[in-house]
């Protein structure tokens, strides 16, 4: 007979449910996968303890081995250059997948760090790999996530080569509420887990620029700013800004 869960037990599961009951499972990797696969998938995921603000899920040039799911917080992708540079290539929200851009070259492109406190969950690639040739489902799912990135790599490129400082700040924010409604969150209120350091490091702008920026959306009614907290006054008009074309 199964004894009660210990209050160890009971923590253990707060913090790491089970794909079957996961919240996020509909918009992560089990997404399509019936209950046995579910389970299969289930069964090679490693257990995390969550991280803290700042702490580091891995250093870039670390070798390749898993990739993570994050179930709750946030991270940046921070990528050193030769220059000593360091440029904010990605910020993973929960239910997106982290580590995919290093299957190629067996090694992390980029330092991970927690930008609050986030749990993930950890997947051994080689065992996700054996996994997905016998569950076309979620061969199919792991495809989409890696199109994904290189979708979002190419419009990061767009945002970066021919959109004004006004337009990246649009995307970005525009970006962020239909991440959020995906999840099922409000896309007009939320709060951000990056500061306002790491908006401009990731839009190649100063923080000085997107401040005066800021302070001009709000002048126009785009958008409420205070600390962290955003909200989206006119959605439209913001989206409509985002996906101008051309430099002006």
């Not at 709000?218 to 430099?247: F, K, M, W, Y």
Request: include cysteine.
């Amino acid at each position: 007979m199964r004894h009660p869960q210990t209050t160890a037990e009971r923590h253990e599961l707060a913090y790491h449910p089970h794909c079957q009951t996961c919240s996020l499972s509909s918009l992560c990797l089990p997404l399509a996968l019936k209950e046995r696969g579910t389970e299969q998938l289930d069964a090679i995921i490693r257990r995390r303890a969550p991280l803290k603000k700042g702490d580091i899920l891995f250093r870039q040039g670390s070798d390749f081995d898993c990739v993570y799911a994050v179930r709750s917080g946030s991270l940046k992708q921070v990528t050193t250059e030769g220059s000593g540079e360091d440029q904010l290539t990605n910020f993973y929200l929960p239910s997106e997948l982290v580590g995919l851009d290093a299957i190629d070259e067996d090694r992390y492109p980029g330092t991970v760090v927690a930008l609050e406190t986030t749990t993930v969950c950890e997947i051994p690639f080689d065992r996700l790999d054996r996994l997905s040739e016998a569950l076309p489902e979620l061969r199919g799912q792991l495809y989409r996530s890696m199109s994904k990135e290189l979708r979002d790599d190419r419009r990061m490129m767009r945002l970066l080569s021919r959109k004004t400082a006004d337009q990246r700040l649009a995307s970005f924010f525009a970006g962020l509420s239909e991440r959020f409604r995906r999840r099922g969150y409000s896309p007009y209120s939320f709060r951000l887990s990056m500061s306002r350091a790491d908006i401009s490091n990731y839009l190649g702008l100063a923080v000085e620029t997107v401040s005066r920026i800021l302070g001009r959306f709000q002048g126009q009614g785009l958008v409420a700013v205070s600390g962290r907290e955003v909200n989206i006054l006119d959605l439209p008009a913001l989206t409509r800004l985002a996906e101008e074309e051309g430099v002006h």
